[in-house]
């Protein structure tokens, strides 16, 4: 026979190899896919409300690793019981009836019951390509590489839920990927260490490699700075994440900008904190910009590329009269740095951002640092409202 190879790429997905065997002599044909990639990070759910035919005529990847569920019939096709393929929900179906019906005629001959029951579960089977009830699909691949078509893509299907989770130490294994035995570092080790993962460049999705390292900042907290670096179109980038827990309070953080040697102050900005300039009537909302380690002028001066590159603010879509404000705006914020006397406001209802005393363990004059309660808004946003870390345990078991 024959085996064609190709290479191709499925929208929204990735790139996998389709093989298709042909014998001319008998007539038999087979198809199967292999993943042209890695194997990623995490492992991928998909769950799927069948209701309608169409929903039957979806695109799947099923690798070899993959399982298949159906809870509605407490039917599953194990991991590596079949190959790799690329079909439709009601073709999945139909590999299952065909290969149930295989050893038919032997279960027959040996066991009449074993061989009624499976005749019935095959007519279930197939009732369930009628669609006359909506029934649940359960594609579940540790691997992280199979797929089930979104017809509405870009879009959100509401029809179907993608889960992506951790594999365990047992999954781990049964794809053939080394399991780390040795106890996690201590937090002392950490300090001490720069620790390197593997990843893939943002921009050009080559292979790169971060570096993560634990930092103390005096008279605050523990930090986690994370820098990436790409060596194959030089991107670079860094984010800050916190150290340490939610603060009780949040902080609001006002200094007065009164010489240029406050450009040099360092600051710490997580994604929580919102910045503010009164005096150029300038808000950057919590989010923006990410967690940064910086100095107030690194900030400043992410603060005016954000603004300059923006193609709806000042590239071809913008307006005279918008450009021409912007502009002002960005000239004005390069006079803060020590031209212009202004307030530069950072308020965190996380409480984890930071702004250097150079004073310290003395008062700034020129720093106020404020604590306040949060409102059940910034709660909510933060997901403190429906968390309970105290009195959750349920009563404990008889006998226990």
């Known amino acids: 026979g024959v085996t064609r190879l190709l290479l191709t790429r499925i929208p929204f997905f990735k790139e996998i190899i389709v093989s298709s065997f042909s014998c001319d002599s008998c007539s038999w044909s087979n198809t199967e896919i292999q993943s042209a990639g890695r194997i990623q990070e995490q492992g991928v759910r998909y769950t799927l409300a069948v209701t309608s035919r169409q929903d039957m005529n979806r ?5 070899d690793c993959a399982s298949a569920r159906i809870p509605e019939l407490d039917f599953e096709i194990p ?32 066991d009449k019951e074993v061989a009624r029951k499976i005749d019935d579960f095959i007519g279930k089977l197939r009732q369930l390509k009628e669609v006359n009830s909506p029934f649940t699909f359960i594609l579940d691949d540790p691997s992280g590489n199979s797929f089930v078509e979104n017809p509405h893509a870009p879009q959100r299907d509401e029809a179907l839920v993608v889960t992506h989770y951790r594999r365990s130490p047992q999954q781990s294994a049964m794809l053939g990927l080394e399991v780390d035995a040795k106890p996690p570092d201590t937090a002392e080790d950490l300090r001490d260490e720069v620790l390197q993962f593997n990843t893939n460049c943002p921009e050009c999705n080559a292979p790169a490699s971060t570096n993560m390292k634990l930092v103390q900042i005096p008279h605050f907290k523990e930090v986690i700075i994370m820098a990436t670096n790409c060596d194959s179109c030089g991107h670079r980038t860094n984010e800050v994440k916190s150290g340490g827990a939610i603060e009780p309070q949040g902080t609001r953080i006002t200094l007065r900008i009164t010489d240029p040697s406050d450009m040099t102050r360092d600051i710490l900005k997580s994604e929580t904190c919102s910045v503010e300039i009164p005096e150029l009537e300038f808000e950057l909302g919590m989010g923006a910009l990410g967690g940064k380690f910086t ?12 603004v300059e590159k923006n193609p709806f603010t000042l590239g071809d879509s913008s307006t005279p009269s918008r450009t021409g404000k912007l502009q002002e705006f960005i000239g004005k914020l390069q006079d803060v740095k020590g031209k212009t006397q202004a307030h530069f406001i950072m308020d965190d209802p996380a409480g984890n951002s930071y702004l ?14 404020q604590h306040y309660e949060r ?26």
Do not use: C, W
């Open 295 to 306: 100095t107030l002028e690194g900030l400043l001066k992410d603060i005016r590329d954000l």
């Open 375 to 400: 409102t059940f808004e910034q709660n909510e946003e933060l997901g403190l409202n429906d968390m309970k870390t105290e009195g959750y345990e349920t009563e404990p078991a008889s006998g226990r």
């Open 79 to 110: 991991a590596f019981s079949q190959k790799g393929v690329l079909t439709t929900i009601e073709g999945i179906i139909d590999r299952a009836v065909a290969g149930l019906e295989q050893d038919q005629p032997a279960r027959r001959a040996v």
């Open 356 to 369: 250097q005393n150079v004073y310290a363990p003395e008062e700034d004059p020129e720093l106020r640092v």
């Open 59 to 63: 695109e799947v990847v099923k690798t």
